[in-house]
């Protein structure tokens, strides 16, 4: 039996301050509540740990693209998971509790010079160093079967594909019914 290939992600992004400080309070108070939504969404299958905090199992050592360099920080906030199909992802991070995140990054992240993220099929659990390998080649090189984003996405199978909105539409809503605690949870936060 062959294994149905799953959709990897990977995102980085550079903070305007250090983590523990209060400009980026807002992210830090909405992040365990993320990961919670993220495992309640329909078609989520697994995400990376960091290192030796508690939770999840890291993916092997955690590495960071180039862009890094020169910031300031030996640590930025990025993430990696495996997903069942682009729609479960899409839906899970445009709307509800990660939607609400994604409408106050600016508040917490320096403005990229490089791709929000990075997405590619794989039969196996990735691990960092290649999620930043695809990330960076996806900024050198622009979207391709190995390496892409939702605006021009590709199939298992290395072709160009286009997302089921309807589908996504559909599966929102039941993760909305799923995340409805968490998501009141988060409106209270603010920005």
């Not at 993916?59 to 640590?75: A, H, K, L, T």
């Amino acid at each position: 039996m062959v294994e149905a290939a799953k959709l990897a992600i990977y995102n980085f992004g550079l903070f305007v301050a250090p983590y523990e400080s209060d400009a980026v309070e807002g992210f830090r108070l909405r992040e365990p509540a993320n990961f919670a939504a993220a495992e309640r969404a329909e078609g989520f299958l697994g995400r990376a740990g960091y290192g030796e905090e508690p939770g999840a199992e890291s993916w092997g050592e955690q590495v960071f693209p180039r862009f890094i360099e020169g910031s300031g920080f030996d640590w930025a906030p990025s993430s990696l998971s495996l997903w069942a199909d682009l729609e479960s992802l899409m839906a899970f991070s445009y709307s509800g509790v990660h939607a609400d995140a994604l409408k106050h990054a600016r508040n917490w992240q320096v403005e990229r010079r490089w791709p929000a993220l990075v997405l590619w099929w794989t039969d196996t659990r990735p691990d960092w160093a290649e999620a930043v390998e695809r990330f960076e080649r996806l900024h050198d090189h622009g979207p391709g079967p190995s390496a892409f984003h939702f605006k021009e996405p590709y199939g298992p199978n290395g072709e160009r594909i286009s997302i089921d909105r309807p589908r996504v539409r559909d599966l929102a809503a039941l993760n909305a019914e799923r995340h409805e605690d968490i998501l009141a949870h988060v409106l209270s936060i603010g920005g």
